[in-house]
């Protein structure tokens, strides 16, 4: 096949996304296994991740996901078109959720473009074929939409590295994932923002403990990370000493301008999974939530373009981040008023995946950033209000 | 300043702007801009974004012209064997009261066109008909056009009428889409700068971070629709097969509708009693969008209707990545 001449280097493709989305479409139309497995509805959420994985494996064997990644570190090339292509099509041919590779466009642009080139031409080719999967260690207890008044300390160690310790919460995938990108404290509690460094933790180290917190909506991704005196070596210092905070703000700025083209397209997954059971008195719902995934996916296109021409997208970023929540729940209003089994019990897969989307969208105005801290961002930083 | 997608029309809609609100009594502003000429150019994507761009600027200048009639008219140009600027389309609406016929802006001069399906279009000058002033707020010259069928003139086939006719109805919606946007931002920019100068307790209101939210949403729903319109219009110039999704013009004008009265309703509760007053002009920016929404298709049956469309062929209504690839020439 024509997207297989390269093991390293440049993917034929590498220049034409176009002729990328074509021949990805062609592939994914002839029902590989591993496609088939994925886009069955799984509840088990351990069961899920392992079919999603091998689907990872797959498609990075395959050259598909290698295009969007730099060639120096295992990708085929091209930039982040090819993946906002990728994960369309995958949405389109059946693959119901990113589950915990919605990380790979979270972190991994931001650790591509600041973390240590040696480690990441290591661990990107690993996370693509699913084999060591990344978390992120931002929020604490004490520090939730105040990032800056995290508590977590690195203390630098005579002879080089540092001594990480404290404790992260809502640290997403954590229980699956071998690395996490920590944010700590190398300077004092009054410096605030200016104090805090990025550090990649090796979760198997010693001194780490990672708690899976059961969720509201049956699922448990989501988990608590101690750290004590866990040491990492100064090659997992991302950016600068202090410069924690540029790193945590190139993430969230991409993240929420990219991320709802990601996830916008698992939406309309969501949709299509669910028209059988649609009844007509649902109808309004449904155009409704047709009009919001129309509107992410022409403004987050816009994003994903403007991060492929390198523009940073800025505190615009929040418009999308906000359209992206009313989408995820007018469609799941729709899926309530469509599938009302989901509230009354759990009788097959089908419905306690509803259950969990469902659930889990009414909490979407909370994560990454809460919907009245990017509707602040709106009002200072683009409308001007004093 | 706030635009996710940058429009390639933004120059345009500037000019446009400084036309509508330059031109003097009995001037034409369509004429001073040159818009007339550009219904003749419609292969052309560069003139047909500037022809739809200036909706836009219509809107936020409270504007009032027979610009969308005229759009609609558009395609039946060729077949009515009529020159750009002197064919203006009536709008036909339907309502438990029966259906009329709506004419936008004055059509003082110009030929009628009525296109009603099944039975092809006709033609009647606009002194022909009986011209019945409809008065709503809004700044918009709107008659209720009365006419004898018998003095109508067959002027296109009902197979040839048939074929345009979809293109027209596209074209009026992104048209009225576009014009929503701009009554929209025309008054939520009006909001922004009163509570930035209104004070209550001792303080501008826009301190106040309910007022403030309210604001912010209504520029989300303002920056969303602004997004959709323009890769509407942007798909519209792809010269590729089925490069628009179906239905698109009327997720565009249902999103318009229901995002322009939801920023319109904003904006006045931050005006507070003021805004709901004649003197103040957010009634005419919150009536033009009332008036759009009425026209080719209300947001609510639109939206009814494309939930029940979606559900039924259960398609998939999204742009296909590879038609916006197209459009931005990736």
């Given at each position: 096949m024509l997207h297989i001449t390269a093991s390293s280097g440049s993917g034929p493709l590498r220049d034409d996304a176009c002729s990328y989305a074509a021949a990805l479409d062609d592939w994914l139309a002839t029902r590989p296994a591993a496609l088939e497995a994925a886009s069955r509805p799984i509840a088990a959420y351990d069961q899920r991740v392992a079919v999603t994985s091998a689907l990872m494996g797959v498609l990075y064997d395959e050259g598909w996901a290698r295009y969007g990644w730099p060639e120096q570190l295992g990708g085929f090339g091209g930039d982040i078109v090819h993946r906002a292509v990728m994960w369309d099509a995958l949405a389109r041919h059946g693959l119901p959720a990113m589950a915990l590779y919605e990380h790979l466009e979270v972190l991994l642009p931001t650790l591509v473009a600041l973390g240590n080139p040696t480690f990441m031409a290591e661990a990107l080719p690993r996370f693509l074929r699913g084999e060591q999967v990344w978390s992120q260690g931002f929020s604490e207890p004490e520090a939730g939409s105040d990032l800056a008044s995290a508590r977590t300390r690195a203390v630098e160690r005579d002879g080089g590295g540092y001594a990480?310790?404290?404790?992260?919460?809502?640290?997403?995938?954590?229980?699956?994932?071998?690395?996490?990108?920590?944010?700590?404290?190398?300077?004092?509690?009054?410096?605030?923002?200016?104090?805090?460094?990025?550090?990649?933790?090796?979760?198997?180290?010693?001194?780490?403990?990672?708690?899976?917190?059961?969720?509201?909506?049956?699922?448990?991704?989501?988990?608590e990370v101690t750290?004590?005196?866990?040491?990492?070596?100064?090659?997992?210092?991302?950016?600068?000493?202090?410069?924690?905070?540029?790193?945590?703000?190139?993430?969230?700025?991409?993240?929420?301008?990219?991320?709802?083209?990601?996830?916008?397209?698992?939406?309309?997954?969501?949709?299509?999974?669910?028209?059988?059971?649609?009844?007509?008195?649902?109808?309004?719902?449904?155009?409704?939530?047709?009009?919001?995934?129309?509107?992410?996916?022409?403004?987050?296109?816009?994003?994903?373009?403007?991060?492929?021409?390198?523009?940073?997208?800025?505190?615009?970023?929040?418009?999308?981040?906000?359209m992206?929540?009313?989408?995820?729940?007018?469609?799941?209003?729709?899926?309530?008023?469509?599938?009302?089994?989901?509230?009354?019990?759990?009788?097959?897969?089908?419905?306690?995946?509803?259950?969990?989307d469902y659930l889990f969208s009414r909490i979407v105005t909370v994560y990454g950033g809460s919907q009245q801290m990017q509707l602040d961002t709106i009002a200072k930083q683009i409308l001007r209000l004093p | 300043m706030t635009s996710v997608v940058e429009s390639p029309d933004r120059e345009f809609l500037e000019a446009a702007g400084a036309a509508l609100r330059g031109t003097g009594p009995g001037e034409d502003p369509l004429e001073a801009l040159g818009w007339w000429d550009l219904l003749a150019e419609f292969d052309d994507r560069d003139a047909r974004g500037a022809a739809l761009a200036l909706f836009r600027a219509q809107g936020r200048e409270l504007a009032d012209t027979a610009a969308l009639g005229a759009l609609i008219a558009q395609p039946y140009l060729a077949a009515a064997g009529a020159e750009p600027g002197t064919l203006v389309a009536v709008i036909v609406r339907r309502s438990a009261r029966g259906e009329r016929l709506l004419a936008v802006g004055d059509v003082a001069g110009r030929t009628l066109l009525v296109d009603r399906p099944g039975q092809g279009a006709s033609v009647i000058a606009a002194e022909k008909t009986e011209l019945v002033p409809v008065t709503v707020p809004g700044r918009l010259t709107l008659h209720e056009v009365r006419v004898d069928d018998a003095a109508l003139t067959p002027a296109i086939a009902e197979a040839e009428a048939a074929a345009v006719r979809a293109r027209a109805v596209y074209l009026g919606r992104i048209g009225a889409s576009l014009e929503i946007l701009g009554a929209a931002e025309g008054t939520l920019a009006l909001a922004v700068s009163y509570?930035?100068?209104?004070?209550?307790f001792g303080r501008p209101i826009g301190t106040f971070q309910a007022v403030r939210h309210l604001l912010a949403w209504a520029q989300t729903d303002s920056v969303a629709l602004e997004s959709v319109v323009t890769t509407a219009v942007a798909l519209d110039a792809v010269a590729l097969d089925a490069a628009a999704p179906q239905r698109h013009d009327e997720v565009v004008k249902a999103l318009a509708g229901r995002n322009g009265r939801r920023i319109c309703e904003r904006a006045m509760q931050v005006f507070g009693g003021i805004g709901f007053t004649a003197e103040h002009d957010h009634h005419h920016f919150h009536s033009r969008v009332l008036a759009l929404d009425a026209l080719l298709g209300t947001s609510a049956e639109l939206t009814h209707t494309l939930g029940a469309w979606w559900r039924e062929s259960r398609a998939d209504p999204s742009a296909s990545v590879r038609a916006l690839l197209a459009e931005t020439g990736s």
């Open positions: 990480i310790t404290g404790r992260k919460i809502w640290t997403s995938w954590a229980r699956y994932a071998r690395w996490c990108l920590v944010l700590a404290r190398t300077g004092t509690t009054e410096s605030r923002h200016r104090g805090l460094s990025a550090f990649i933790v090796d979760l198997q180290d010693p001194g780490v403990e990672v708690r899976a917190i059961e969720q509201a909506n049956g699922t448990d991704e989501l988990a750290f004590d005196e866990v040491l990492v070596g100064p090659e997992r210092l991302v950016g600068e000493i202090g410069g924690g905070w540029r790193v945590a703000m190139h993430i969230l700025a991409h993240e929420r301008g990219t991320f709802g083209w990601f996830r916008h397209n698992f939406l309309t997954r969501e949709v299509l999974d669910n028209l059988s059971l649609g009844r007509p008195a649902g109808d309004t719902l449904l155009g409704n939530a047709l009009l919001d995934l129309a509107a992410v996916r022409a403004s987050s296109f816009g994003g994903v373009r403007a991060h492929a021409a390198d523009t940073v997208l800025g505190p615009r970023a929040a418009f999308v981040k906000l992206l929540a009313a989408s995820e729940q007018a469609v799941n209003d729709w899926v309530l008023a469509s599938d009302p089994d989901l509230a009354v019990g759990v009788q097959d897969d089908h419905v306690a995946v509803n259950r969990q | 509570a930035a100068s209104r004070e209550q």
